[in-house]
T-cell receptor
Framework: LAKTTQPISMDSYEGQEVNITCSHNNIATNDYITWYQQFPSQGPRFIIQGYKTKVTNEVASLFIPADRKSSTLSLPRVSLSDTAVYYCLVGDEDSGAGSYQLTFGKGTKLSVIP | ETGVTQTPRHLVMGMTNKKSLKCEQHLGHNAMYWYKQSAKKPLELMFVYSLEERVENNSVPSRFSPECPNSSHLFLHLHTLQPEDSALYLC??????????????FGPGTRLTVL
């Protein structure tokens, strides 16, 4: 069963760029990497998704190396409202049981400091 | 507004009670999910339904019983729970399939406390 690994927490000052990396060793060939954001007392919210190289949208960028065993979420010029927990999600197949798992990482708690 | 609603938002129950959590999605999606989120563990996928049929049951104890009467509604029936079952229970839906490739839309969750 594949696992994802993220830093438990990160601190950043307002206006800085923040990079959060997720490791995922057994990602399936056809699977994408998806990042979610979660504020306290709310469900997670989709931020960005990618398969390889670089993806950018209005809120973030996602960098994925050629081996796809990791991904980096980049938040440009963070503000206080970016304080949240960030999760990476990959799908993986348990080769033993043949079942399909949706594996969230443990999440990275980002604290933005004024 | 995510289009996924959950009721109740908070629930306190004793170990001998029977209660149900309700989830409703207004997005026209075909897949629905139950997750458990506790303080010490990451988001744990409990059940997945696709087109009203259960496609995944991640070794969840039988005291949790899901029900999906149609593609818009999902229930989680609870009975004889344990204090360690106290957690935030999140419902999500996605357009089709159960791959991580499909964006999931989450509800606000039900905060469950088992006494």
């Amino acid at each position: 069963l594949a696992k994802t690994t993220q830093p438990i927490s990160m601190d950043s000052y307002e206006g800085q760029e923040v990079n959060i990396t997720c490791s995922h060793n057994n990602i399936a060939t056809n699977d994408y990497i998806t990042w979610y954001q979660q504020f306290p007392s709310q469900g997670p919210r989709f931020i960005i998704q990618g398969y390889k190289t670089k993806v950018t949208n209005e809120v973030a960028s996602l960098f994925i190396p050629a081996d796809r065993k990791s991904s980096t979420l980049s938040l440009p010029r963070v503000s206080l409202s970016d304080t949240a927990v960030y999760y990476c999600l990959v799908g993986d197949e348990d080769s033993g049981a043949g079942s399909y798992q949706l594996t969230f990482g443990k999440g990275t708690k980002l604290s933005v400091i004024p | 507004e995510t289009g996924v609603t959950q009721t109740p938002r908070h629930l306190v129950m004793g170990m001998t009670n029977k209660k149900s959590l309700k989830c409703e999605q207004h997005l026209g999606h075909n897949a629905m999910y139950w997750y458990k989120q506790s303080a010490k563990k990451p988001l744990e996928l409990m059940f997945v339904y696709s087109l009203e049929e259960r496609v995944e049951n991640n070794s969840v104890p039988s005291r949790f019983s899901p029900e999906c009467p149609n593609s818009s509604h999902l229930f989680l029936h609870l009975h004889t729970l344990q204090p360690e079952d106290s957690a935030l229970y999140l419902c999500a839906s996605s357009h089709s399939g159960t791959s991580a490739n499909n964006e999931q839309f989450f509800g606000p969750g039900t905060r469950l406390t088992v006494l």
